[in-house]
């Protein structure tokens, strides 16, 4: 037990199978299966968080039936057996409990187009893509229930402890649930009792198919958000009614739906810490007895120790964060939780996973690695000088790596504190959480003995003198001048980038009267961050953008939930326009907007400030000048082309791994 966080770290006995902690590694889908089994890649990945720390993993889902997704690992028969005994003993192996997910997403859909093969309960599109699906017949319903069951029993037989049904998130069995998405009339549909028999069938069917101590997890739907769905009263009547007919040995609470609530079930930095503490203490009145585990932007042990210790849960489900971090557990009881590196809540992770790529993570560039839970760099063969041009995200992540491996680093920092435009960034008040990923990669500078030369913006002969071995380039970007606004505006001082104005603005408290327009020609999560810190300082907030709409460079959980903000916050979003504007900017009735395909300009009154947030052209003058003089450089983030923390982070490692 830690003395830290004891009640997070006391043992707990589930279905009569001890976990050595509360920390549980919720389902995160990773994309590492291959060929429809278990890679390397994916059973090392859940090593790693067992060797961490975690008491019990649940993994993405599995194939139940054969008609799932091909990059699903195969459970529905005995062709990858092989493959799911070697992932539960290399689970197992390490005191730690590995839950398989059943799953079907029946008509969800939350990538572009339509699935032209969806099933579901009801020929009822879903909400998102408006795909239209073939209502399952009873035939395939029981057919289904029925190759879950025996997919379970497979599982039981190759290693694992358990598994968690998935009845939330609006995949198929919520679809089911909810009487929006379900108009059946036969014993699968109507009242309460119809639409609940899959989930009670299903369960029943994996209990008489496997073992009593064959761990039953159960996801159910908190509040899906929706109109004539699942709200929060009707969650506790299916809570109640699964209960009083198949008791299941855990049940967990998810928010959201395949509708415009998706973005409820990941919640990212504008959510408040741990957001449905609250509805879950609620909800488990009505599950008396049942164990409940807790999810929803647990990022810190402190917060998972006080859900336990108060009480609301008896297990703590961390997805994102165990992603961050694979030892999180293990540092946490520890004392180390300083050392942690945190889950930003970006949802990046679920960007890629979702574009049916390897997951990722903003602040964890070596997720997925080999020994990631103990990581130690090899050493460098031959120690180097490197200097890093640059203190921001890339080049204090290349600093870091660069010294644990044996080299000798200096970083030059035009600024007086590290972190770049990541902590102006982390200045808006819902993205405070950023601020971990410089906070982390400084620390482990400092520990490697990296030495930080800040406050003066140098040039090539500074660099030159320094007599490096090689150089990384981590300047970073800046925004281009729109060519829709008059350059005299910017000469003038009238008009600057959205970065220079946030920095201008500083801590100022005081609202005043007037509206501030952003032109967005950027749709990247930050500019959004920044309207809300403008929405604050004034009285009326409009961006305008020439695109169809805003946030198009962010993941759909993410855009939704701008256009959420935007809406209660009161931005007015203006798509399609650009600016017009007087070159003085004296007459501010002179602002106005104009379609992009022409037409009368409609006036923005009372403007009392203009910005704008443009792609950004890489800040690399210094390349050619020390190329020019022999020395070995290489551009990272933004210096190299300008996009997101991801590559920033990434980049920065595999320079520092390359030197």
Known sequence: MSEAYPHLFAPFDLAGRRLRNRVVHAAMSLRYAADQGASARLVEYHAS???????????????????????????WDDSRYDDLARWAAAVETHDCRLLAQVQDVGRGR???????????????????????????????????????????????????????????????????LSARSNRRDDRFGGDLTGRARLLVDLCAAIRAACPRDFILAVKLPGDDGVAGS??????????????????????????????????MHIPDGSYARVPYRDLARALRAATPGVPLMALGRITDPAEAEGLVAAGDAELVGLGRALVTDAAWPRKAAAGLARDIRYCVSCNTCWRTIVADLPLACDNNPRAGTAGEEAWQPPRAPAPKHVVVVGAGIAGLEAAATAAARGHRVTVFGASTEVGGKTRLHASLPIAEALSSIYDHQFAAAARSGVRFLLGARVDAADVLAATPDAVVLATGSTMLWPECLDPALGAAGLVRDLRETIAALGRRRRREAGTAVVLDMDGSDGTYAAAERLADLFARVVLVTPRERIAEDTALVTRQRVLRRCHERGIAVRTLTLPRVAPDFADTARLACASIYGGEAAPIEDVALLTYATPRVPDDALAAPLAAAGVAVRRIGDCKVARGVLDATAEGFAAGMAL
């Open 110 to 176: 939350h990538v572009p187009g339509r699935a032209f093969a969806a099933i579901a309960p009801s020929a009822l599109p879903d909400d998102l893509s408006w795909s239209v699906p073939r209502a399952m017949s009873t035939g395939e319903i029981e057919a289904f229930v029925a190759s879950a069951a025996q997919s379970c029993a497979r599982l039981a037989r190759a290693g694992f402890s358990g598994v968690e049904v998935v009845a939330a998130h609006g995949h198929l069995i919520h679809q089911f």
């Open 230 to 263: 699942v709200r929060i009263d009707e969650a506790a009547a299916i809570a109640r009614h699964l209960c009083a007919r198949v008791r299941p040995d855990l049940v967990s609470y998810a928010q959201g739906s395949h509708h415009q609530t998706l973005e």
């Open 49 to 75: 968080r067992a060797r961490g720390g975690a008491a019990m993993i649940i993994t993405e889902p599995v194939a139940v039936a054969p008609h799932q997704p091909a990059r699903r690992v195969i459970a």
